[in-house]
């Protein structure tokens, strides 16, 4: 079995592989999906990540929920505190500008701090998951802190290509797993696979 570090590596490897036409067909036939879905309908406050170069392309996906009259949120890093600040987008084109790591983050004058508390869905980023929810990012911890902070009642949903998807992933105590999984082909309800238990891998 593959530790962390190699998983997220042979992820990223096949992720960029993928071309930027590729990239395109295959998120849009994942948002199509997502808008029909319960969960997006239901939701006023979402939380998102904005994407950067070969990640699921979620720029069309805020426009269009913001022209839904969602209330779109987004995450500005801390990289001292390692720590997250949600903050309201009103305004993709005007907003935005280049931060930590090459990340989409809000300008200085258009950060709008809100609470977590208010949020009805969080879209979390990762690079590899497991059907049961466990999930391997870029390695910063920042996703996982804020989960942990999260009430119960507040979902948790990652995209995902296919190929993102693997048999099993190491997990650690401070791993927070979501609660479903959407891709080009299917909704995972990680909930249901879950084990109660605890184990080094979540086979």
């Given amino acids: 079995m593959l530790e962390k570090k190699e998983l997220r590596r042979k ?25 029909l879905l319960p969960l997006y309908k239901e939701a006023k406050n979402i939380m998102t990540y904005v994407s950067i170069r070969k990640e699921i392309n979620t720029h069309d996906f805020i426009k269009k929920s913001l022209d839904d009259n969602k209330n779109i949120f987004i995450p500005k890093t801390n990289p001292s505190s390692k720590k997250i600040i949600l903050s309201q987008l009103i305004d993709f084109d005007k907003d935005l500008e280049r931060g930590h790591w090459g990340l989409l983050e809000p300008k200085k004058e258009a950060l709008r701090p809100t609470s977590y508390e208010i949020l009805d869905l969080i879209i979390v980023p990762g690079i590899a998951f497991s059907e049961k929810g466990y999930r391997i990012g870029y390695g910063g911890g920042y996703y996982d802190r804020f989960l942990s902070s999260l009430p119960k009642e507040v979902i948790t949903l990652s995209l995902a290509f296919d190929s993102q998807i693997f048999e099993s992933l190491p997990i650690e105590s401070f791993d927070i797993p979501i609660d479903y999984i959407l891709t080009e082909s299917r909704l995972i309800n990680c909930k249901l696979l879950r084990d109660k238990g605890y184990g080094l891998w979540d086979n």
Avoid: M
């Fill in 11 to 35: 992820a990223i490897e096949f992720r960029d592989s993928l071309t930027f036409a590729e990239i395109k067909e295959k998120s849009e036939k994942i948002f199509q999906n997502f808008y």
